[in-house]
């Protein structure tokens, strides 16, 4: 990545686990991203001391890769969503609400936070003038300024702090195309369905209400398949992935006890 020559119109790459074109509520917290370069660039800082997640407190659907799923199935629902069922922890029952995000624009350290939050300020982007991949920055994040926190530049070069964020993304990159080839096997062999999430007032009688609907890999669909088809599942380690999505969905629980504390709090402030 060649930052120095880096241009100013990119456009954002798919990077963010598929992030842009399926879940615009994870996209939407970037508000001006640009090509890092020293030259316009080189006196920036980041400090993540500001209150570090604010700016994902609109994001209820975070995706994430096949090796977020172990730890990502221990704090959050892990659905498909869209055409291309790009797998995402659900941060919040109603969209545009993280219930993840206290006050202090933190998260509590017993959750797992997804890549694509921890990557922020950063993405990558392709350059639509050459075969090439380049680093980004949102200078509209409220944590990018000249006076405090880690530089990105040093003596006009990329600093450690921007080469580790320059790696992680790289990671992500590579995570993003085994993500893929697990999604296309799963579409392959025709494995999802839309499942429904109920709730009933404790001590009511009467219908559950539905909270809301969601991709989900069928347990009836899995449990048809032929013996070798499974074999494969096994050897290609998607069986664990496959079990780490099922177990996730006992979250649905959680989440919505923390959605409704959390639409609560808000009607009391309105109050």
Same mark, same amino acid.
């Given at each position: 990545?060649?930052?120095?020559?880096?241009?100013?119109?990119?456009?954002?790459?798919?990077?963010?686990?598929?992030?842009?074109?399926?879940?615009?509520?994870?996209?939407?917290?970037?508000?001006?991203?640009?090509?890092?370069?020293?030259?316009?660039?080189?006196?920036?800082?980041?400090?993540?001391?500001?209150?570090?997640?604010?700016?994902?407190?609109?994001?209820?659907?975070?995706?994430?890769?096949?090796?977020?799923?172990?730890?990502?199935?221990?704090?959050?629902?892990?659905?498909?969503? /869209? *055409? @291309?069922? =790009?797998?995402?922890?659900?941060?919040?029952?109603?969209?545009?609400?993280? $219930?993840?995000?206290? !006050? &202090?624009?933190?998260?509590?350290?017993?959750?797992?936070?997804?890549?694509?939050?921890?990557?922020?300020?950063?993405?990558?982007?392709?350059?639509?003038?050459?075969?090439?991949?380049?680093?980004?920055?949102?200078?509209?994040?409220?944590?990018?300024?000249?006076?405090?926190?880690?530089?990105?530049?040093?003596?006009?070069?990329?600093?450690?702090?921007?080469?580790?964020?320059?790696?992680?993304?790289?990671?992500?990159?590579?995570?993003?195309?085994?993500?893929?080839?697990?999604?296309?096997?799963?579409?392959?062999?025709?494995?999802?369905?839309?499942?429904?999430?109920?709730?009933?007032?404790?001590?009511?009688? /009467? *219908? @559950?209400? =539905?909270?809301?609907?969601?991709?989900?890999?069928?347990?009836?669909?899995? $449990?048809?398949?032929? !013996? &070798?088809?499974?074999?494969?599942?096994?050897?290609?380690?998607?069986?664990?992935?496959?079990?780490?999505?099922?177990?996730?969905?006992?979250?649905?629980?959680?989440?919505?006890?923390?959605?409704?504390?959390?639409?609560?709090?808000?009607?009391?402030?309105?109050?």
């Amino acid at each position: 990545m060649d930052l120095a020559a880096a241009p100013a119109d990119v456009e954002p790459s798919v990077s963010p686990a598929a992030a842009a074109s399926e879940t615009p509520t994870a996209r939407g917290f970037y508000r001006s991203l640009e090509a890092l370069a020293p030259s316009k660039h080189g006196a920036l800082k980041i400090d993540r001391s500001r209150a570090a997640f604010d700016f994902a407190r609109g994001v209820n659907l975070a995706p994430i890769s096949v090796g977020e799923f172990g730890q990502a199935a221990l704090s959050y629902p892990i659905v498909f969503v /869209g *055409e @291309a069922k =790009v797998p995402c922890a659900v941060m919040g029952l109603r969209r545009g609400v993280n $219930a993840f995000i206290n !006050a &202090d624009g933190a998260i509590d350290a017993a959750h797992y936070i997804p890549a694509t939050l921890r990557q922020y300020p950063f993405a990558l982007a392709k350059d639509p003038d050459a075969e090439r991949i380049v680093l980004c920055v949102d200078r509209g994040a409220d944590m990018v300024n000249e006076t405090t926190g880690v530089a990105l530049f040093e003596g006009g070069e990329p600093s450690s702090f921007t080469e580790e964020a320059m790696k992680f993304l790289r990671g992500m990159e590579r995570q993003r195309a085994e993500t893929e080839a697990f999604i296309k096997t799963l579409i392959e062999l025709d494995l999802f369905e839309t499942k429904e999430l109920k709730m009933m007032k404790r001590g009511e009688p /009467g *219908e @559950a209400r =539905v909270l809301t609907t969601y991709d989900a890999i069928s347990e009836t669909k899995l $449990a048809a398949l032929a !013996a &070798d088809t499974l074999g494969s599942l096994v050897t290609r380690k998607y069986m664990f992935l496959i079990g780490a999505h099922q177990v996730s969905l006992f979250n649905w629980n959680r989440l919505t006890m923390l959605s409704l504390q959390e639409a609560e709090g808000q009607e009391r402030l309105a109050g």
